[in-house]
């Protein structure tokens, strides 16, 4: 112990250098690291509750103790609206229900997240509903020059491109297409981190030509496309008539 402004208090010894005749002291020391204690109060994929300390530009920072807090990044908001604007929405002190995503001690981060108290909605989607080679219906939500931005369901939005309009070259113009028309396509991938699907009504007109030839055409049989196709679709009319 030792006197400090008239006060006692507790230090460490840290160094002593004999040659300058010099102690190193420290007070933090004398209490534990927070961080080192971190862990025993919160636990990665565990739910709490806690009060904003602080609202930035890039997330949320919540009060985990007295002398920590835990960032949310925007990106970890909500998995559908816009980070932009669901910051938008919360202000200091509020009382807000958090999922635990990282404690590192060492670099002295917590790191956590509001959307994952839910299921990915994406994730679920793609789980249920979609696979590469299905046929789905989509509302066209904006015509570019490059293809068409698409909505499958509510949770699923993709793209069509341009080459992708259509076997025909002379109809790969997304200018024939309109916002909120609807379209059948095929889908032909799937990338999880931008979370959207790549579609292609092309790949869907040819999987349909391909199935034609299967049913109606054969090598000895001198039909031409045209009227192999023209009976694949009476029938596939027919079909979708007497339902």
């Known amino acids: 112990k030792l006197v400090s402004a008239g006060k006692e208090v507790e230090v460490v010894i840290l160094d002593f250098d004999e040659e300058k005749r010099r102690l190193s002291l420290g007070m933090k020391q004398t209490t534990e690291n927070p961080w080192d204690a971190i862990s025993k109060d919160f636990s990665v994929g565990g739910e709490y509750e806690g009060e904003i300390a602080n609202i930035t530009e890039f997330g949320l920072f919540v009060k985990l103790t007295e002398q920590l807090d835990g960032l949310i990044h925007i990106n970890d908001l909500s998995w559908k609206e816009k980070s932009e604007e669901q910051v938008k929405k919360f202000k200091k002190g509020d009382k807000i229900k958090y999922k635990v ?143």
Not at 135 to 160: A, H, Q, R
Not at 202 to 222: I, P
């Open 101 to 243: 995503l990282e404690i590192d001690a060492e670099k002295e981060r917590v790191a956590l997240g509001i959307k994952q108290l839910e299921k990915d909605p994406f994730s679920e989607a793609i789980k249920n509903k979609v696979q590469i080679g299905k046929i789905v219906t989509c509302i066209i939500d904006n015509v570019l020059d490059t293809g068409l931005e698409v909505t499958v369901d509510e949770n699923l939005t993709g793209f069509i491109k341009r080459a992708g309009l259509s076997r025909d070259k002379d109809e790969q113009r997304s200018s024939r297409f309109a916002k909120g028309e609807k379209v059948d396509a095929m889908i032909t991938s799937i990338d999880v981190n931008s979370r959207k699907i790549m579609l292609s009504i092309k790949a869907m007109e040819l999987e349909d030509e391909k199935q034609a030839m299967k049913d109606y055409g054969s090598a000895d049989s001198g039909a031409s496309l045209g009227d192999i196709l023209g009976a694949a679709l009476e029938a596939k009319s027919t079909k979708k008539n007497t339902k």
